[in-house]
Each structure stands twice: as C-alpha cells, then as structure tokens.
C-alpha cells in the first residue's frame, strides 16, 4: 500500500476488501495486517495484498508471509525481500502462490528466508553467491547443484562428497528444498505444466540419488572396487514423479577388473544402502523420501544388488507378469551410466517378449482387480483415492502399460516409459481412438495437478482427495476455479473419474488385446515374410493374393493404414476360422477401401472386437451378406451388441420404409427416387437378417417372418409410389382401392432370401365410378409396381410373381372383388383352394384386404372339408408334381424342396389338414406351416412324435436352403455334392464339423419325414 492502513477512510473498509478478496476469515486478516503495521518492517503494501487475495488460500499466504517476513528481519534480509515484494511482479506472485498452497514450503522459507531468491523473475538460486541459472533447470544442472550441496566435484565420474556426517545430510535436504520451492513457483503460477513438472522431480530426485551415492562413498570404503548403477522404476523412472513420492530404484553391481566378485558385490551392497539412508534418514531438515528397492527380483526377500548376469537370469526364468510391467519405467538414473545402459540393453528384449505369454493380458487385468478388490477391504475412502481409486491415476496407467506391452512387440514408438507420453504414441499409432486419448491426457493431467496440490500442502504423500471443505477451497482456488471453488471442483474430478473408468474398462479389458497377445512376436508386426508363412499355414488358398490386399490395407503413415496394421493380425486367424478365408479377407479390403475415410468404422472394429470378430466370420462365409454390405458399407455398424442384430419389429420398420417414401413423394420426387430409397432400407434389413442367421441368432421362423416383412413393407412402399404416380398423371384421386394379396411362402411369412414374391392383386371400384375406368387404373397401378420393383438397383431383386392368380397367366392381371368371387364359386379347383390357404391380404386397402380374407375363407376352410375326389385329385396332383417339376439327372434325394421328405411334403401334409379340419379347428386357420403342424397336434389330429419330425424336416430343409442362398449368393434347392468349397462352406455355416455330417443328417430327416408322409397323406383317411 502507498499509505499505511490507519489513514483516514481506510479502515472502515478493509475487512469488506478482505473478503472480496477471497480471504475467508477478514476479521483475523485485518488483525494480523494492523499488529504487522505497527512495525513498520512488515507493512504491506496495495499489489502485494492483490496478490495475496489471488492465491489458493489468502488467509494462509498471509500468515505465512509475514512468518517469512519476520524471519527475514531477523537475518538482516527483510529490506531485500521486500524491496522485490514492490518492484518485481513476478516475484511478488511466485511468493504469493507459494504461501497460498504449501504450509510446509512456508516453513521452509522461515527456516532459510535467503531461499526466496529462487522465486525470483530471473530465477536468481537460493544463495547471492551462487550462479545464476534462469528458466527451467536441465537434468545436469541440477545433478551438480545438489552434488555441490554436498561438497562433491560434479566433474568427477564418481564424485564423493566432502562429507558424510549429519551437516552433509541437511545441507542435501536443504539444497533439494530449495529447487522444490523454485519448482513449485513456476508450477504454480502456470509457467510450468504438470508434465514438465513431473519430468523436473524425477530429474531432482536423480539428482538426489547421485548426491545420496556421493556420500556413501564418503562412508565406504574401497568403493572403488566395484561398479554400481542405480536404476529409476516406477514413476522416478517414467519421469512423472510427484512431489513427495517414495522412489523406486534397481541396483546392479560389478567388480572391477582384477577385484574378486563376492567382495565387491558386498561393497556395492554397501554402499546402496548407505545411499539409500542418506536419502531417507531423518534430520533437522527432515528427511527427502524413502528409497524403495522392493521392485527388485525377488523383492525384499532378494539380494539388494545383483549383477547384470543374475539380473537376466532371474528375468529370464523366473519373473513374474507385474515385473515386466515394472520394468516398462526401467531407467538409469544414477552411478555408473555405461553399466545401466547395459542393463538396459540386455533387460530391454526380455520385456517385449513377456506379453506373448498365454495368459500375460489375464494376468495383467487380474492383477488389477486384485488391486481393486484389496483397495477396497483395506479402507472405506476408495473414491476419494486419486492413484488407486476408480477412475484414479492408475487406471489410466495401467491401461496404457498394458496396450504397451501388447502392441510394444511390434512397434517400437510404444515403448517410452512416461505415460502420457506413451499415450501421444498409442494414439498416433491408432492404437487408441483420439478422443479417448485426448480424454485420458485431459484426466491424467488434471489428477496429478491434484495430486501435487494436495502433496504440496504439507509435503506429505497421499493421494487421498479431503473432505474438509476448507482444503477443497484451496484446491479449486488453485485450479483457478473462483465462482463455487468446492462444488466446481468436486464435479470437474468425478466427471474426469467417470471418464477414465470408462475408457478404462473400454481399454483395459479389451479381448482384441488379448488376440493380439497370443500372436508371436514377429508375425504381430505383419512383416511380408510373417505374413506369407502363417497366410499358408492358416489355409489361405491364394497366399500372394492375401499379400497383396494385407500391402495395400497396410501400407503408408496413415492412421488407417496403422490401425489396420495392429487389426489384421488378428483378423487373418478368424478369417481362417470362416470357410473361404481369401473371400474374407478380399471382402474386408473392399469394405475398408469404401469406408476408410470414414471415422468411425476401423475405431469400431479396434474398440469393439464382436464386431471385428464377426465381420471376418460373415465376410469369410457368405457371398450374399458380402456383397449387401459392399453395397450399404455403412451397415457395418449393425455388427455390435447382438441386439443390433434382432430384426427389426414390423411397426417400427413400416413407419420407417413408408415415411421415408412419403418425404420424397411430398419433397415432389419421382416415384422412382421414393422406391430407391426404400430398397435402400431394405438392403440394410436384409443384411441385418443375414447376419443374425449366420451367427445362430436367430431361428428359422424368426428369419421367415423378418425376410417376410422386408418384403410386404417395400411392396406396399411401392404400391402407394405407384398410386402416386398414377393420380397425379391422371390429375385425380385412383378411381378405385387396390390390394395385394401375399401367396405361398409370401402369404405364408416364410420367404427365404431367394423367395419370389407370389402375389394377387384385387381392387374394389369406388361407388359411383366406372368399372372400366376403375380396371384400367388398377391395371396401370399393377403395373407400375412390377415396373418399379424390377428397376436395375444394387440390392438382391425384389421379384413378384403373379402366376397363382384366377387362370394363371393367360387370366387379367388384376381383377375386382366380385370377379374373384365369381370366378372362385363358379371354376374352382382343388389346387386353387389349396393355394388359398397361404393367402394373406396384408397390403393395400385395410377395407379391401378384409373383405378378401372374409370371400376366400369358406374356400380353403370348406364346412364340409374335402370330399374324396377333391382328396384324390389333391394327391395325383403331388404325385405328378414328384415325378414332372423335378430337374433331369438330379438325385431326388438332394432335393430339399421337391424331394422325398422335403419342404414340400411337409407343407402338403400341412395343408391337407388345413383342408379338411380347420372349418372346426380354428386353431388350424393359419397361412403358416409349423403353425399348421403344432395346431393340428393340438387338435389330435396328427401324432405328436410325427408332428416333431415334420416340423425338424421342415425346419432343416429351410436352414440347408437359406444357408446355400447365403454362402453362394444364388438360389439353390439342391444340397451341394460336387463344389467341395461350397459343400464345406454350408457345412460350417450350418454348424456341421463336416460336410458327411450334414449330408446324413440331412437324409436320416428325410427318411423319416417321407415316412410319415406316406403315412398320413398318402394312406388314406
């Protein structure tokens, strides 16, 4: 201040300044300021108050600044203190920060009130005599500093402090505090950022263990009979260290040439622990950290220090999963730096190799559960736990150590030992998804700036977040948080929590990983000579072809080209796994070259392997759902959880298909644009089905009825574009209502993927329009449909077939309500009634559909049943249709429609029960087929054991038929004896280990479903 506090109209209004300033008890602030102002050394003025209210915690940075001050004046030092406190800002707001975060750095400061030089703008050290060094310390620097600190030449190879007595001790301790507090300045004004703060406390606390080493030197004697290199673990090592943190250390020892080994290794032991106590020992100054050498072989229960050679033996045979991880952090960080290179060197290969163990990712995530489950038991603040706790420091850790060691083998920017700076990697590398890097980096730096402003307070070790809610308001005052200090804080740190348990669980417990660690080390980097020898040990029939799609997925810097690299490893065994592995692996280069660019898709196939996984067993196994998804790519997305798979409800998807349309019929698009996008749909739904049949999620019905309402839904899309159509030709409304009546597998609900559509059309003239007019409508309704249901488009056609009308071909195309009647009570055949059963107006004109359904009902369903030479016609009719529709020189046998025991004769049984009992079985009024078979058992009309057998025969025929449609592309109804490939294929998608199996299945089935055809159709009443 220019004026001291009492002058006239000021003190009135301090204590309300105070607590604007954020000073939470103003009254005890005004207090100390006035007892400071009556010695006029300690009179503070305006600036310094600003920069005190600024702090995390003002009332602390007060009281510790006058503390400082006082010392100060008691060592002639208060002037120059001062003096900086007016005229230099950037030492005035180091000073601040300081004393508003750490009690125990204030402390520090009373203690040595020369330190505070550090905190100066140019980065003056703690002692005037000292040299000066402005901006960040190197690694160097502050090697000598502290070897200076303890009389040592930091010239010399192996310097030995001056002494080793308990001044030498303090003068270390105080030394390293001083480069603390010069650290914690620039950090906590922002000038340093928490990565390079941890980076500079590794760096210090090597700087310490050489200093450490230099006085066991002092103390031992004949060091120099042996050579001893200290190296970093753990987060010293990964240099990422906290402010106060126990350091891990690794010792290996040498005896020098002519030196006898046991000797020297006795001394090398010798002088580790006295480096490690003149570490950790307790003096005036307190002590630095415990140094902590239990990451060595064996533990605490192993030698302290081993040779190199003892080191790589225990490595080699004995180590167990969590060593190799703790050696990912491995560094040398102290004593004889050729003798930890070497370590290095010979340790470095061991690592990369440990993760291709059979059970090393199980081991790792066990591990970690073990953690988790122990962290719990032993204490009830398990989510107030920064490093251990859920969503804490070691969950990101661990997940990047363990995508390290996994991906590491083959690639060697993985294998840096800091954490974030190994994530940068992974991320680059595509090993982890951006975002999810990006969100990793943001929470890891934010929990150890939390983590160091909670040590900071009292250079304690914790990582336990308080609960007292004035440390909260220091944190988040320090965060820089102002408006709600406790609350905002509190939700920024459990929204980043939930964020690393997230991706976390995503990362951590990954299967990819574990696929990717089963692979040997060299054909995980997909070298070309990798490739070719497991291309050709996996059964790959075309081995250069295969190279040459793996070269072009894989080649180049591209991100895509790095994720496809750590994916098709891995991809090429489940391809092998699948029937054609060279049509799998062709397929997903052509899926990838189409949706490469595209973000999401190889980020899905990395973080999702369910989807990778049958991705490779669809493309590798059918043709039809391949080229569905060369053309909807994007329909890759359906392959996640496996309800994404379950058809789509019939509701759902009519409001889908019918709006879609409806929006380019209203947009004024032509009727051909509104079909396209529809088929569009279809395309994706189709794909959906195919899928969830290939991957047994769904059953034959279920696939009937799906593949079904694809169908009825697009139809009735394009019935109402083909109605548009026409109207606004006309220019009015459709003279009459239409409706298509589904028939045989349509009308059934049991189409297969290369099903016709048999369908009838049937209109109703509206009252008081012309009849003739109202049929030419009709008719031109009728056709455009056909017409634009046969437009060329890259999607599996959508063929209807008209043919099971009145008259057949040579009967109109379209005919009224009454003319159906006519015809049906007037020139009605057996057959005809027969076909009818399979009727099933669901398209069109909800009136006109049930008075359709209402006119054919007596027909098939007659009160009387079948009379005998209805009966008789009905199985002359069978038995000709055996004997004629049959290819020439096929085995009747094969044929799973036609033949003995096939479709058919499951369905003519059905049908025939239909016939005769469903006017008194209502129960047996059903267009479907096991429907019919279950009824009619009900009912007693059929034995339940035949019932069993019809329906397996059925339902087997239909599998074998849908599951040649799917792995040729085209229709068949003959089982496959001569193409060994597609014979296999069927075989495996069927889930058959062989194609004999299937083969005799399939005809054991059909023996006994002829027989009780012969039995119940064929034999009479």
């Avoid at 100060?72 to 004393?99: C, H, K, M, N, Q």
């Avoid at 010239?155 to 480069?179: D, K, M, N």
Wanted: contains cysteine.
């Amino acid at each position: 201040m220019s004026e001291p506090f009492t002058s006239a109209g000021r003190r009135p209004s301090l204590a309300g300044r105070l607590a604007r300033l954020g000073f939470t008890d103003a009254g005890r602030a005004e207090r100390l300021l006035l007892e400071a102002e009556q010695d006029a050394g300690a009179w503070i003025g305006d600036d310094l108050l600003d920069a005190l209210g600024g702090t995390a915690d003002p009332d602390l940075a007060l009281h510790g600044l006058l503390r400082v001050l006082a010392s100060a004046d008691e060592r002639g030092r208060g002037a120059e203190l001062r003096a900086a406190l007016r005229a230099e800002p950037g030492t005035r707001e180091r000073i601040a920060a300081v004393l508003g975060v750490s009690d125990a750095l204030g402390d520090h400061l009373v203690r040595h009130p020369g330190h505070w030089r550090v905190l100066r703008d140019d980065g003056a050290p703690a002692e005037p005599e000292a040299p000066r060094e402005p901006g960040r310390p190197s690694a160097g620097a502050l090697r000598a500093a502290l070897l200076e600190a303890v009389g040592a030449d930091p010239a010399v190879e192996e310097p030995v402090a001056s002494g080793a007595g308990p001044e030498t001790l303090v003068a270390l301790r105080a030394a390293y505090r001083a480069r603390l507090l010069s650290l914690a300045g620039r950090d906590l004004i922002g000038a340093a950022d928490v990565a390079e703060v941890a980076a500079e406390l590794a760096d210090l606390a090597a700087a310490a263990l050489e200093a450490g080493l230099a006085i066991g030197r002092a103390q031992v004697g004949g060091h120099a009979a042996c050579r001893l290199a200290v190296i970093g673990m753990g987060k010293c090592g990964g240099r990422e260290l906290n402010y106060v943190s126990d350091v891990d250390v690794i010792f290996v020892a040498e005896a020098r040439e002519g030196a006898d080994e046991d000797a020297a290794l006795r001394t090398a032991t010798r002088l580790a622990s006295a480096m490690m106590r003149a570490c950790s020992a307790s003096t005036a100054e307190g002590a630095l950290w415990e140094v902590d050498a239990a990451l060595r072989p064996e533990g605490k229960a192993g030698p302290l220090v081993r040779t190199l050679a003892s080191h790589r033996a225990y490595y080699e045979r004995w180590a167990k999963t969590w060593e190799f991880q703790a050696l990912l952090k491995a560094r040398p960080v102290a004593g004889d730096a050729e003798l930890g290179a070497r370590y290095l060197e010979a340790i470095t290969p061991i690592v990369w190799k440990a993760a291709e163990g059979e059970s090393f990712v199980q081991d790792v995530q066990d591990m970690r559960r073990r953690v988790e489950k122990d962290l719990d038991r032993r204490t009830g603040d398990a989510e107030r736990q920064l490093k251990l706790g859920p969503g804490g420091l070691r969950d990101v850790e661990f997940a990047v150590q363990l995508l390290q060691l996994v991906h590491g083998r083959a690639d060697d920017a993985l294998r840096g030992p800091n954490t974030l700076d190994a994530l940068a990697e992974l991320s680059q590398g595509g090993y982890v998804g951006r975002d999810d890097a990006a969100a990793l980096a943001s929470a890891y730096r934010f929990l150890r700036r939390v983590e160091h402003l909670i040590q900071l307070h009292h250079l304690r070790r914790t990582h336990l977040v308080p609960d007292d809610e004035a440390d909260l308001r220091r944190l988040g005052r320090a965060l820089g948080l102002r408006t709600d200090p406790v609350g905002e804080f509190t939700a920024l740190w459990r929204r980043h929590a939930r964020e690393v348990r997230r991706i976390h669980e995503k990362l951590f417990y990954r299967p990819l990983l574990r696929a990717v660690a089963r692979l040997p080390g060299e054909e995980a980097r997909l070298t070309p000579e990798a490739a070719r020898a497991r291309l050709e040990a996996l059964g790959y029939g075309d081995p250069a072809g295969a190279l040459r799609h793996i070269e072009a997925l894989t080649s180049g810097v591209s991100r895509r080209a790095a994720i496809q690299r750590t994916l098709l490893p891995v991809m090429l065994g489940w391809f092998a796994d699948a029937p054609d592995p060279d049509a799998g692996l062709l397929g997903f280069r052509q899926v990838s070259d189409a949706l490469g660019t595209t973000p999401w898709y190889l980020r899905l196939l990395r973080d999702d392997v369910s989807v990778a996984e049958r991705m490779a067993w669809v493309l590798g196994s059918s043709r039809y759902a391949t080229d569905l998804l060369l053309r909807a790519p994007e329909a890759v997305a359906l392959l996640g959880a496996a309800d994404g798979l379950a058809p789509r409800p019939h509701e759902a998807l009519r409001a889908e298909m019918l709006a879609a349309a409806r929006r380019h019929a209203e947009g004024g698009g032509p009727a051909e644009e509104a079909v396209a996008v529809v088929r569009g749909l279809r395309r994706r739904e189709l794909f959906r089905v195919s899928v969830a049949d290939l991957l047994g999620l769904a059953d034959v019905e279920t696939v009937g009825a799906a593949l079904t309402d694809i169908a009825a839904i697009t139809i009735e899309a394009a019935l109402r574009a083909a109605v548009n159509k026409i109207e606004m030709e006309a220019r009015e409304p459709l003279p009459t209502r239409v409706a298509v009546v589904a028939m045989g597998r349509f009308g059934g609900h049991e189409l297969g993927y290369g099903s016709d559509s048999d369908v009838m059309f049937v209109h109703d003239p509206c009252p008081g329009a012309d009849e003739r007019a109202a049929g030419r409508a009709a008719h031109a309704v009728a056709e455009e449909l056909r017409r634009l249901l046969a437009l060329p488009a890259p999607d599996p056609p959508l063929e209807i077939d008209p043919n099971l009308r009145p008259e057949g071909r040579q009967g109109p195309l379209v005919r009224t309500l009454a003319s159906y009647a006519a015809y049906y009570r007037r020139w009605s055949q057996p057959w005809e009634a027969q076909a009818l059963l399979r009727a099933d107006p669901v398209i069109g004109d909800p009136g006109l559909c049930e008075r359709f359904r209402a006119l054919i009902d007596p027909i098939r369903w007659p009160e009387e049943g079948v009379g005998d030479d209805a009966l008789r016609q009905i199985r002359r009719l069978k038995a000709r249709m055996e004997s004629e529709r049959l290819p020439r020189g096929v085995d009747r046998r094969l044929h799973i429609k036609l033949g003995p025991g096939g479709l058919s004769d499951v369905e003519w049984v059905a049908q025939l029960l239909q016939m005769r009992h469903a006017h008194d079985v209502p129960a047996l009024r059903t267009t479907r087929t096991l429907a019919a078979l279950e009824a009619a058992a009900e009912a007693g009309l059929l034995d339940r054991e035949d019932a069993v057998v019809l329906a397996d025969a059925w339902c087997l025929a239909t599998r074998i038929r849908g599951s040649l449609m799917l792995v040729r592309g085209r229709a068949s109804d003959l089982l496959p004896t001569d193409h060994h490939r597609e014979r296999t294929a069927v075989s495996r998608v069927l889930g058959y280990p062989g194609t004999g199996d299937l083969l005799e299945d399939y005809r054991r089935h059909a023996r006994r479903a002829r027989a009780v055809v012969d039995r119940v159709f064929y034999g009479g009443d």
